[in-house]
């Protein structure tokens, strides 16, 4: 194991580097990756005896968030009671991070999925594992799971409950019968309520979407990097609509889209925002295993987002006014959006695939003992609430707060939350 110790004023941190086995299944095979965590604790706290709290990043494919001065927030707060470790998840930041460069050397589109495959919620439970095993001698952590690292936390419980002391979960609890079909049904659904809300606040701003998807269909403009702009993608922009701030940062954006009234030329600043924000070139991975986190032995994903899409015509993109997507991914954007073209291939193979073992078992979850504290968002956009809280009710030793007070990103907004999440296990 590597070890370094980067300088970051009023935090103390340690970086690590772990090799661990690339298929859990295959742990002789001698194929392995490297995994990255930050340990960070309160200046002269390295030596003490603190318990840890490792983090859980959403995603998929997202590495855990890099740490400062000023937060995030939540950060600040837990390192008051914990050492935190910020795990990459495996694929991402600097654990074995994936590219486009890996796909491409793959021949074989079976074998770029496989190796895919290697990557999903077992196999970043396998590696959190080893990590509290050969790292940390074996301690029972606590740990805190945002959005997708809710899944995360209930894969966890089901397969190695014994290595967690406490679960906190914001935004992030998954039907624990994975149907992606339902999950996009009522995803959709939800995307329209918020887009509501978005032109209901701000009316000029659905005529300005009405005029860029005109100006597109007209122009075929391209985006600096030279992927097209289509009004799918300028649908996809919707994805900002979920979060606490997102509706004005939607809105800030409309509002330079054409370079004056006559809306005759796209802005190029438009056109940067708009390739940064839909292209994927941070979190790639996040494209290719979305669906499949609603994957499971009994069914296929095959595209559910879009199949779903597909039987509500206010989507398409024809239809005025323009509905804006959110977080489904769509089998255009392996076509069009340069940095996921190399995924294509062994993406459609993945998508066509069943599990071999199920990410929660419901059996393991009802008999749980391991304390769990769980904000569930009642207005999600990305994590249906209904779903949340029937799984909630289905799993032991579980305590949930839900409220509309925030969106799905309430932890980055508010560190009260976490606290709040700590003190309903104390007081129980």
Request: some cysteine; overall charge negative; proline content about 7%.
């Amino acid at each position: 194991m590597k070890a370094q110790q980067p300088s970051v004023p009023g935090l103390d941190i340690i970086d690590h580097s772990i090799e661990v086995p690339l298929n859990w299944s295959q742990p002789d095979s001698g194929k392995t990756i490297e995994v990255f965590f930050r340990e960070v604790c309160q200046p002269g706290n390295r030596d003490s005896e603190l318990p840890l709290l490792v983090f859980l990043q959403g995603g998929p494919g997202g590495k855990s968030p890099r740490p400062t001065s000023a937060g995030p927030g939540w950060l600040l707060e837990a390192i008051k009671h914990f050492r935190v470790i910020l795990p990459d998840q495996r694929g991402t930041g600097r654990s074995s991070r994936i590219t486009g460069e890996t796909m491409a050397a793959f021949a074989d589109p079976e074998q770029g999925a496989d190796y895919l495959a290697c990557f999903n919620t077992h196999a970043i439970v396998a590696d959190l594992e080893h990590i509290r095993q050969q790292v940390y001698g074996g301690v029972r952590w606590h740990s805190l799971g945002q959005s997708y690292g809710g899944f995360l936390t209930l894969s966890y419980l089901s397969s190695a409950p014994q290595g967690l002391e406490k679960c906190y979960i914001t935004g992030g609890i998954p039907g624990l019968t994975p149907d992606a079909d339902e999950v996009y049904r009522l995803t959709w659904r939800r995307v329209q309520r918020k887009m509501s809300a978005f032109v209901a606040r701000y009316p000029e701003d659905g005529q300005t979407l009405n005029a860029i998807a005109d100006y597109i269909a007209r122009h075929q403009p391209t985006l600096p990097n030279g992927d097209p702009l289509t009004i799918p993608r300028l649908q996809s922009l919707g994805l900002l609509l979920g979060m606490g701030d997102g509706f004005e940062r939607l809105h800030w954006l409309l509002e330079e889209a054409f370079n004056d009234d006559s809306q005759q030329s796209l802005n190029h600043h438009f056109l940067c925002d708009v390739m940064a924000l839909t292209g994927f070139d941070e979190n790639p991975l996040y494209a290719a295993l979305h669906e499949h986190i609603y994957a499971s032995p009994d069914t296929i994903c095959d595209w559910a987002a879009e199949r779903q899409r597909l039987q509500l015509p206010e989507f398409s993109p024809s239809h005025r006014p323009l509905q804006l997507g959110g977080e489904m991914i769509h089998p255009w954007m392996f076509d069009e959006i340069s940095v996921l073209k190399p995924f294509r291939d062994a993406v459609h193979c993945l998508a066509q695939r069943r599990l071999a073992k199920p990410f929660y078992d419901p059996q393991q979850l009802a008999a749980n003992e391991v304390p769990v504290a769980a904000l569930i968002y009642f207005d999600d956009m990305y994590v249906d609430a209904s779903l949340s809280l029937a799984s909630a009710e289905a799993i032991g030793n579980l305590q949930y707060w839900v409220t509309n007070e925030y969106e799905h990103d309430g932890l980055r907004q508010d560190p009260s939350v976490f606290t709040r999440l700590m003190a309903m296990i104390e007081e129980a």
